[in-house]
């Protein structure tokens, strides 16, 4: 070989060494890249994770995850302190031999049957090893399924959240909120006591209207109008009294077996005696299998009867009144209602009737519906109202029946 | 002359009490059971007296006395009431019822319920 060949195969190899160094060198760089690529994510892998860890870590609420069987995959470190034991007591132990529960066992089984998460707040829960029977606690806890790819549930995380405090507070708002309306209640008797001073001047003003006219006309003249209207104004204002103290002091009832047909006789007798009203027409519809004898205080179911009655009689003025009571008995409740063609109530006052003093009459205290309201309540029944402007007004009461 | 009397008032059984006992005393009596319809009875006739009650339905009997003053009505208003606020709790509410007691001293007496019917009787006799 010449000198010259020889020289220019070592160019053309050295060539190629060069070429192969390059590629190498790319190579290198490629894998340089792709390494610290790699570094990187793993880096922001890492990252996410700890984040993860650290919410997990350090969240007050509660945190279990669970295999489908219910052994313990990871709790929190919350969830470990609680019973004041480490993480790695928990996991693989299985959670019912921990806490054994066969109600809480239920829901679990459920939850892994069905795929949907069970979540409840407030709730008493027996948790943990250290609670009293005494010391009950309660927990918003929750306990939602983790599917598979297949969709299928593979476990459950548990998560609880001690809310014992804030049921307790509201425990006790609801407490303090009773003793305020209690309180309301005495303040209003104050107001009440105003308004029976200033009712009863009315009628009080017609009786000695009506005694001057006695005395005026004492000895020859007939004189049974007066008295009649003496009588009738005293029970205007005896009807006022009885009202204020009703309200002022409604207590609980005292149950009698009585004849409700009975006293609606009388409520109606009573109004009919104030009103004068021979004009109004009383339809009584009582459906044949009506039981008519219920459990119910008498007094204060009387009372009731009476407010409602003499506010249909009042609302009908001029015009051919007539009033419609209907009594039947449906799924053991008393079902009466009482229709009147009266002057009917607005539509905007219609949700005020039930509260105190509120009235649209020129003279009356506001309390006869606020009153049977209070007593259906406390014999735990429904009282409703339904109005419609110079049409007539509908109440309806429901009553247990009582063993 | 006999005096011709309006009595405006919602109780009915207050109307025939006053009705019958002023009719004894031969006064010419007019009745109205509510505020429009007392507003209506004013503008048509003459009366020498009203006896106004202040709470009675659609009219109160402070828009009769505002009525009156401002059509210069002549007829002498005797205002009858159940109301208490009259002497006290004006001044507890006193903007809303400032209004109100300016009216009221346009009456030109006012009995409190339950009053003696001969007082108003007599108030009539000399007015």
Redesign the interface.
């Known amino acids: 070989m010449k000198q010259s060949e020889k020289k220019l195969k070592n160019e053309s190899y050295q060539k190629q060494i060069n070429k192969l160094k390059e590629t190498e060198n790319k190579l290198e760089a490629n894998h340089k890249k792709l390494r610290n690529q790699i570094n990187g994510k793993n880096k922001e892998i890492k990252q996410k994770n700890n984040l993860l860890k650290r919410i997990f870590s350090n969240t007050h609420i509660l945190i279990a995850y669970l295999d489908k069987y219910f052994n313990f995959i990871q709790v929190n470190k919350t969830y470990a302190n609680y019973n004041k034991e480490i993480i790695d007591y928990y996991v693989g132990k299985n959670y019912f031999k921990l806490f054994p529960d066969k109600e809480y066992e239920k829901i679990f089984k459920q939850v892994v049957k069905t795929g949907k998460p069970y979540i409840v707040f407030g709730e008493k829960f027996n948790y943990g090893k250290n609670v009293k029977k005494t010391d009950c606690t309660y927990w918003d806890w929750s306990l939602h399924p983790v599917k598979d790819r297949n969709k299928a549930v593979d476990g459950v995380i548990l998560t609880l959240l001690d809310v014992t405090k804030r049921v307790k507070a509201q425990k006790e708002l609801e407490e303090i909120k009773e003793q305020l309306i209690q309180s309301k209640r005495l303040s209003d008797l104050g107001l009440l006591a105003a308004a029976v001073a200033h009712e009863l001047r009315n009628p009080l003003s017609v009786i000695r209207a009506a005694l001057y006219n006695i005395e005026r006309k004492k000895g020859n003249a007939p004189i049974h109008t007066q008295l009649h209207t003496i009588e009738k104004k005293i029970m205007e204002g005896d009807q006022i009294i009885s009202n204020l103290l009703t309200y002022a002091k409604i207590k609980l009832p005292e149950f009698k077996r009585t004849d409700i047909l009975t006293l609606l006789d009388e409520s109606v007798e009573l109004a009919k005696l104030i009103f004068q009203s021979e004009t109004i027409q009383i339809n009584k519809l009582i459906s044949d299998d009506f039981k008519k004898f219920i459990k119910i205080d008498p007094f204060q179911m009387k009372k009731v009867l009476n407010n409602i009655l003499l506010n249909s009689f009042q609302s009908i003025k001029k015009r051919k009144g007539i009033i419609t009571i209907h009594a039947k008995t449906v799924n053991n409740v008393m079902k009466l209602t009482i229709v009147d063609n009266g002057t009917g109530i607005k539509k905007t006052d219609l949700s005020k009737v039930f509260e105190p003093f509120f009235t649209r009459k020129s003279r009356g205290t506001g309390l006869g519906l606020s009153i049977c309201i209070e007593i259906i309540k406390l014999h735990n029944g429904n009282i409703s109202i339904d109005s419609k402007l110079s049409k007539g007004t509908t109440i309806s009461i429901e009553l247990p029946y009582r063993e | 002359m006999t005096k011709k009397i309006l009595v405006i008032e919602?109780?009915m059984?207050?109307c025939?009490?006053?009705n019958?006992?002023l009719s004894?005393w031969n006064y010419q009596v007019q009745l109205a059971f509510d505020g429009l319809t007392g507003k209506k009875i004013i503008e048509k006739n003459k009366y020498d007296i009203i006896i106004l009650d202040l709470?009675?339905?659609k009219y109160d009997g402070y828009h009769i006395l505002d009525f009156i003053s401002k059509k210069n009505i002549k007829s002498k208003v005797i205002v009858?009431t159940?109301?208490?606020e009259i002497h006290y709790e004006d001044i507890i509410k006193q903007n809303q019822e400032k209004e109100k007691n300016d009216l009221l001293k346009k009456a030109h007496s006012i009995f409190?319920?339950?009053?003696?019917?001969?007082d108003l009787i007599n108030k009539i006799r000399t007015s």
Do not use: G, S, T, V
Not at chain 2, 112 to 118: Q, V
């Open positions: 919602d109780d059984d207050m025939n009490e006053l019958e006992a004894a709470k009675i339905p009858i159940a109301r208490m409190i319920k339950p009053f003696k019917l001969m």
